[in-house]
């Protein structure tokens, strides 16, 4: 009785918020200065990185450091087609490449566990990157190449869409028995396979997905870059960026990533502006605290609140 | 259950609204700064973290931060539109090394910051990418760290940028060649590292040295963190070739003399990259870098203004910090920009470029121009050093020379290391 009239409530509140924080976002361009757009839409690369890397990671606990073969993989893709097919296809082909590249080596690797598997991905990086140098030295005598330059207000909605349906994404999945059986992979691998989960198929797939939106992104943002090689579209920086910003935020809740890649990014940017000399310093001392007072990251911080707040019935653990 | 769920979404909710709205307030509070006119703003992105940290640091960095308070001593610029002298204030971001983070920060230098000019990043690849986006806003860019025989065919389309380094075929290689040819070297190995750098540098010596009569018996390529070069030295040992050279950067160059002196391949003329002009070369191996080739600039022994300037930079400073090759040609483009807006008595961007890329300045390398968006090659003062007696000499073009060219090399020393 009591809970049935709170529920379309909640939906309300849902849509409306979705909505509003949605037009804000929307209309930003009109009235907000065009540096502002060009932050936005970087912010916005991280927390689709970091949030399609929770994506698989976060329920699973499998340490994925292969973001940065499928970013590359959209960049090399918007390299060699962003000159001959419109703008929407490059990006989706650039998503389809990184999720085909992500289906073959989950596939071929997902059975590695734990260290092992984040060094296969990290040595994924390095090989495609190689490949990469290989294939333009010796096949098409270049090595970096010219990205078209799209403007910064298409860059952005790009952007925005990607970011409402990784988090679209990452939402319906959580709450999907799919979800339920990634969560349960991450408990209990061989207890997961006994309830009848197909483990290498949830493992695969959710890999492949998280890659589609990291592929995109990649696709996308490259126009910004204006000139890529394979060292600048491989840089192992976008490896290990989405893993620090997932703990920062903290993995549990799905606010978590999206914090932790926001205050991230908008903290790297106030430091390497404002203190540029300073900016390592100041980013170890930051992340060094944060580990060790805050293990379960921002989104945990958030949660101790609550509790103190309303009481420890209200928290979702 | 349904409470729990209800909450968190509301919670989440919560959240995401507070975070967006303050993160719209922070982003839009960014107070935009006005043309203010008691200064010269200048704006720079570079590497002061990540692997290009250390290339950036010792090349143009100690230029610039030598080359501001200098003039700044000095009143500053003076520009006839306002009367007087204006100081430089530079800005400097971290671009962390990251190619998407220096177009991002150069933008945010442009649009936001409104800098009255854009002194350049560091690296070849990020002058590439920086290149367009400098020409697109209309600001001029004369780049320090980076230059490749494929950015002259961009020049053309990028009448804003003016490139100050030396490379391959302007006007190394083809001195180089000479050089060697004149000695009566007949064969060469050559060893590059798989990046545009290696790429053109081979491919140009493929060109060059043929054409006095060198003939190149071995090409090998080698991946950027190749660690062990044993194999290809031996290689070229067996060869036998008069010439080697090792078109590579420092993480190559260092390991494969130390190679070389380990396994006794002495070559007549044994050539490095850059690596060979820094000072932390000399230092690093001693009198074993005796006979060494590589690439170069200038000698404070060719003039007063070159003395000054080596003295100004270098004094007092530990050695490891000597730059050969690149700091006179940073410093001369540091001369022509403020010569230029000197001379346009204006900031108009427009203006100053169209000075730089038609009038001659009187610069450390004495009468200094650009041919075509280039550093002339007529104003080098130097292509090709040599490691003599602990002094890194010109040895050419003949006519820049400090000393002659020492062929064959002395043999490495042995015993001692």
């Known amino acids: 009785m009591k809970h049935k009239p709170r529920l379309p409530q909640g939906l309300l509140t849902t849509g409306s918020i ?82 085909c590249l992500a289906l073959l080596a ?45 403007d910064h207000i298409t860059v952005y909605y790009v952007m925005l869409v990607l970011l409402a349906l990784t988090i679209l994404t990452a939402y319906a999945i959580r709450r999907s028995k799919f979800g339920l059986a990634l969560q349960s992979i991450g408990e209990q691998e061989e207890a997961a ?57 903290g993995m549990g809740q ?5 914090m932790g890649a926001t205050v991230f990014a908008y903290l ?38 609550q509790k103190r707040v309303w009481g420890a019935r209200y928290v979702h653990p | 259950m349904e409470d729990k769920k209800r909450l968190t979404r509301r919670d989440f909710l919560k959240v995401a609204a507070v975070g967006t709205a303050g993160l ?118 004369i780049t320090a760290e980076g230059g490749a025989t494929s950015i002259k065919d961009m020049l053309p389309s990028l009448p804003f940028v003016f490139v100050t380094l030396s490379f391959s075929d302007w006007y190394q290689l083809p001195v180089l060649a000479e050089l060697l040819g004149e000695k009566g070297a007949k064969t060469a190995y050559i060893v590059y590292i798989a990046d ?59 390991p494969a003399t130390g190679t070389s002196m380990e396994l006794g391949f002495n070559p007549k003329a044994w050539v490095g990259g850059p690596c060979v002009n820094f000072g932390f070369y000399h230092t690093t191996f001693g009198p074993a870098a005796e006979g060494v080739l590589g690439f170069t600039s200038f000698s404070p022994k060719q003039s007063a203004a070159a003395k000054t300037l080596a003295d100004k930079l270098y004094t007092g400073k530990p050695e490891e910090a000597q730059d050969w090759w690149g700091h006179p040609l940073y410093w001369a483009g540091l001369e022509i920009w403020k010569q230029a807006i000197e001379k346009a008595g204006t900031l108009d961007q427009a203006k100053i470029r169209d000075i730089i890329a038609t009038e001659k300045f009187q610069t ?23 490691w003599q007696n602990g002094v890194y000499e010109v040895v050419g073009p003949k006519n820049m020379a400090t000393a002659d060219t020492v062929y064959p090399k002395p043999e490495w020393p042995t015993g001692g290391g």
């Open chain 1, 268 to 305: 790297e940017e106030i430091l390497i502006t404002r203190f540029p000399y300073f900016y390592m310093l100041f980013f170890g001392i930051i992340l060094i605290v944060s580990v060790l007072y805050l293990p379960n990251g921002l989104a945990g911080l958030i949660q101790g609140w």
């Open chain 2, 24 to 141: 719209a307030g922070a982003c839009s509070q960014i107070p935009v700064t006005g043309k203010d006119k008691e200064k010269i703003v200048v704006g720079m992105s570079r590497p002061l973290s990540g692997p290009l940290a250390v290339i950036g640091d010792s090349a143009f960095r100690p230029i610039y931060e030598t080359w501001v308070p200098e003039v700044n001593a000095e009143g500053g610029i003076y520009v006839e539109e306002y009367g007087r002298k204006l100081p430089i204030e530079l800005i400097v971001y971290d671009d962390k090394s990251d190619v998407g983070t220096m177009t991002r920060l150069t933008e945010k230098l442009i649009v936001e910051d409104k800098v009255d000019f854009l002194w350049p990043a560091s690296g070849t690849s990020f002058v590439f990418a920086q290149a367009p986006i400098a020409n697109k806003y209309g600001y001029v860019l």
């Open chain 2, 196 to 254: 545009l750098h290696g790429i053109e540098y081979s491919g140009v010596a493929g060109i060059e040295f043929p054409k006095q009569g060198i003939d190149i018996i071995g090409v090998k390529s080698v991946p950027p963190d190749i660690k062990d070069l044993s194999q290809i030295i031996k290689e070229a040992k067996a060869s036998n070739a008069d010439v080697f050279c090792c078109f590579a950067y420092p993480d190559q160059v260092m």
């Open chain 2, 364 to 386: 450390v390398l004495g009468e200094t121009w650009f041919d075509n968006g280039l550093l002339a090659k007529e104003c080098h003062t130097g292509e090709i050093g040599q």
């Open chain 1, 254 to 258: 799905l606010y978590g990533p999206i």
């Open chain 1, 106 to 150: 989950g596939a071929l690797t997902l059975r590695l566990k734990g260290i092992y598997f984040s060094m296969f991905t990290f040595g994924l990086v390095e090989l495609i990157k190689h490949l990469m140098l290989w294939f333009e030295i010796n096949l098409t005598g270049t090595r970096g190449r010219f990205v078209i330059v799209v």
């Open chain 1, 18 to 99: 979705t909505l509003t924080v949605l037009v804000l976002f929307a209309t930003l361009p009109g009235y907000a200065s065009i540096y502002t757009v060009i932050l936005l839409a970087a912010i916005f690369m991280y927390i689709v990185l970091t949030l399609s890397w929770s994506i698989f990671s976060g329920p699973t606990g499998y340490i994925s450091l292969a973001s940065a073969a499928f970013l590359g993989t959209g960049i090399y893709t918007s390299a060699i087609f962003g000159k001959m097919l419109p703008l929407p296809v490059v990006v989706g082909i650039g998503g389809l490449a990184s999720f």
């Open chain 1, 193 to 249: 396979a006994h309830t009848g989960v197909n483990v290498t198929l949830v493992k695969v797939s959710a890999f492949a997905i998280s890659a589609f939106f990291v592929g995109a992104t990649g696709a996308i943002m490259a126009t910004r870059w204006t000139y890529i090689d394979p060292y600048i579209a491989f840089n192992y920086l976008f490896s290990f960026m989405p893993v620090l910003m997932a703990i920062f935020g």
